[in-house]
T-cell receptor, first 109, second 115 residues
């Protein structure tokens, strides 16, 4: 079945550090790929998405590129801020949506 | 405009009781999804509706769980004879349509505690 595997956390970084959260997927069809974010005390919200191979999704300084050859969709940000502290979920969708386990990021000043 | 709403926001119930969780999707969204998020865990897919039909019920953890959707709008997730392992946050999401091209919008969730 369809599934997502993402880097286990928690991840702790200093402000302005480079962030990578790895995500790989297995899908029977041609999925769209997503990163969702859950800030403390808030609901899940879409961070970025890509719907076909080689597409790059970007938002708020975060980027992820849909790599079909490696079945990956790694999340990156060049310089994290304290306000980026949250739980990040990688997800894929063919019909319904399947989520990874989530990675908790803490950014310290 | 209004987002996805869920009620109640918190529910504490005794083991063995039945509970009903409600989801109001965004107006015009034909697809509706239920997920469960247990403490420290990711999101577990439960069921999705396209209109009033549920093409995929494979995620429901047991026959104590059921869901319905009426009028292509409001959905209710019912858990019968609740168990302590049912304690979790139950999330509802809706989208314009099913499938890979549509973003899902999430509600704030219902935190269920079974004592």
């Amino acid at each position: 079945g369809d599934s997502v595997t993402q880097m286990e956390g928690p991840v702790t970084l200093s402000e302005e550090a480079f962030l990578t959260i790895n995500c790989t997927y297995t899908a029977t069809g041609y999925p769209s790929l997503f990163w969702y974010v859950q800030y403390p005390g808030e609901g899940l919200q879409l961070l970025l998405k890509a719907t076909k191979a080689d597409d790059k999704g970007s938002n708020k300084g975060f980027e992820a590129t849909y790599r079909k050859e490696t079945t990956s969709f790694h999340l990156e940000k060049g310089s994290v801020q304290v306000s980026d502290s949250a739980v990040y979920f990688c997800a894929l969708s063919v019909n319904d949506m399947r989520f990874g386990a989530g990675t908790r990021l803490t950014v310290k000043p | 405009g209004a987002g996805v709403s869920q009620s109640p926001s918190n529910k504490v119930t005794e083991k063995g009781k039945d509970v009903e969780l409600r989801c109001d999707p965004i107006s015009g969204h034909t697809a509706l999804y239920w997920y469960r998020q247990s403490l420290g865990q990711g999101l577990e897919f439960l069921i999705y509706f396209q209109g009033n039909s549920a093409p995929d019920k494979s995620g429901l953890p047991s026959d104590r769980f059921s869901a319905e959707r009426t009028g292509g709008s409001v959905s209710t997730l019912t858990i019968q004879r609740t168990q302590q392992e049912d304690s979790a946050v139950y999330l509802c999401a809706s989208s314009l349509g099913p499938g890979r091209l549509y973003e899902q919008y999430f509600g704030p969730g219902t935190r269920l505690t079974v004592t």
